[in-house]
Each structure stands twice: as C-alpha cells, then as structure tokens.
C-alpha cells in the first residue's frame, strides 16, 4: 500500500463577475440582491511535485463573456511561486471556457482529463445551446489538436494520480466533470470545481442551473461528503467566501490567492 504524501493547496482569483441570486439557482430565488461570482484555479503541492487544477480563462474570454479579468492564471500563479510555463501536470476539471481558456500558458503540462468528458464536448449535445454556451468551440478543438499530439491523459472514473492524490468522476454540471481529492495536514480535502458552485448550492440542496443531469449534480453532493472528512474540506468552484473563510498565502496576496489546507474560519450566521 502506497504511502499518502502531504499537500498544500491554494486557491487563486484570477477573475470575477457581477450577478444575481436568482442566476445560480434551478428555479430562481426569491431574494433579489447580488451575489458576486470569482473564477479560481487551485494548486496542489508536494514536496516533491506540483499539479495546478484547471487552466481559467484569458483576456478573449473576459471580453466576449462581460467577465472582468483580474490578473492572466500565470500572474496568479506566480505570486505563489508557480511558473505555469514549467507547470508539468495540468488537471482539467471539465472543459468549460473558464476552466480551459488558459490552456496555453501550460505548454509543457500533461493534460489530465476524464474522458466522457471529451466525448461529452464533441457530441450531439452540443448542438444545443442551452448545453453548449458555456463552452468555447476554439477551446475544444485545441483540446483535440493536444489529444493527437500525445498530451493529454484520460480517466474513466475514480483514479489516483500519486499517492494522497486522487480525480473522481461526478458529472452533473457536464456529463464528464471530476472533483479532485487531497490529503493535507487536516485529512481529505475536496476540490469540487463547478460540482458546487457556491457552498449554498452544495449545503441547501439547490443546484446550480447550468447543468447535464440534475440527478447526477445533486449526487455529486454527496459523493464529496463521503470524500472528504468534513463538509468543512469541500472547496466551491466560484464562491466568493472562500476568500473570507481562508487566510491569505502570504501577506499582501489578500483577495488573490488563499491557504485550503487550513482550518477554514466559521461564518457568522
């Protein structure tokens, strides 16, 4: 049996975007005030090797989506002391344009994907565009163009990458979408990318509208309760409070990037 190695992760706004409650609930909300989105990438990092998770998006993308783009995913990175150029193991949560746009600041990454994943992106489905809108034609096909170049490794379901260190298929946002698993200093901890946008998602049982299977969404739930060792570990893809319930990575990178291998701070109610 392969001993776990230990990680620190950190969580890195590169972008945010002003919006609604009503925006990020099947079926609306009755309560009609803001509720602000940021667009993270995460890093994983061992003594002995890095994995940055997911690849965000560029100043294109910010521009044709209305998206206010804080700092490039490699100016995010670097103020953790993570060169994306040299960044050898990429995992791509799902292929969203914000989770893939930044493909190319990672030319020597190994691209880690599941691959329902892929069949999802080059499907029928998505000749519909309540399906396809969050996805960026352009960024699919260089995702292919990286497949027949050898780049790209797929999974079909629960895999461990390295020892402490494991991707789960979960679908529900899109039909191949996985959530990353860590052992830290506090146990498991769960990456969940778009699995949950927002704790409130996750915690009231009420899924994000952009969705494959409400089924498989509301599962993927809890799924990463089993993975994790407390609901406390369980990392929201766009939530702007996990900024406020983690400490900064160092000091002056207040609202840039944050520590998730730490106790998070309870919220008042």
């Known amino acids: 049996m392969s001993t776990k ?8 706004r590169y972008a945010e975007r002003q919006a609604k409650r009503q925006e990020h609930f099947i079926g ?3 309560i009609d005030e803001e509720m602000w989105m940021d667009y993270f990438v995460w890093a994983v ?5 890095t994995w940055v998770v997911d690849a965000g998006f560029d100043r294109r993308d910010a521009e044709q989506r209305d998206r206010k783009l804080l700092r490039s995913i490699s100016e995010g990175l670097a103020t953790i002391g993570i060169d994306a150029s040299e960044v050898e193991d990429l995992i791509i949560t799902h292929l969203h344009y914000d989770h893939i746009g930044g493909l190319g600041q990672f030319p020597k990454a190994r691209l880690h994907l599941q691959e329902k994943e892929i069949q999802y992106a080059c499907s029928r489905h998505m000749t519909h565009e309540a399906l396809s809108h969050a996805f960026t034609a352009g960024h699919i096909a260089a995702m292919v163009y990286e497949v027949y170049k050898g780049r790209v490794v797929f999974y079909n379901g629960e895999t461990e990458l390295a020892p402490g260190l494991s991707v789960h298929l979960v679908g529900g946002h899109t039909m191949g979408l996985q959530v990353v698993r860590v052992w830290t200093d506090l146990g498991w901890l ?4 778009d699995a949950s946008h927002y704790y409130e ?4 049982g009420r899924p994000f509208p952009v ?7 509301i599962g993927a739930y809890g799924t990463m309760r089993r993975l994790a060792d407390s609901p406390r570990y369980i990392i929201p893809g ?7 319930r983690y400490p900064a990575a160092a000091p002056g990178l207040e609202g840039i990037a944050v520590r998730l291998d730490v106790e998070p701070k309870k919220m008042p109610e």
Request: hydrophobic share 40%.
């Open 5 to 12: 190695s230990t990680y620190k992760v950190y969580a890195v």
């Open 28 to 30: 609306g909300d009755p």
């Open 45 to 49: 990092v061992g003594s002995e090797r």
């Open 190 to 193: 769960v990456l969940a990318s």
């Open 201 to 204: 998602n996750m915690e009231a």
């Open 211 to 217: 969705v494959y299977n409400v089924g498989d969404m």
């Open 238 to 244: 766009h939530d702007t409070m996990v900024l406020r």
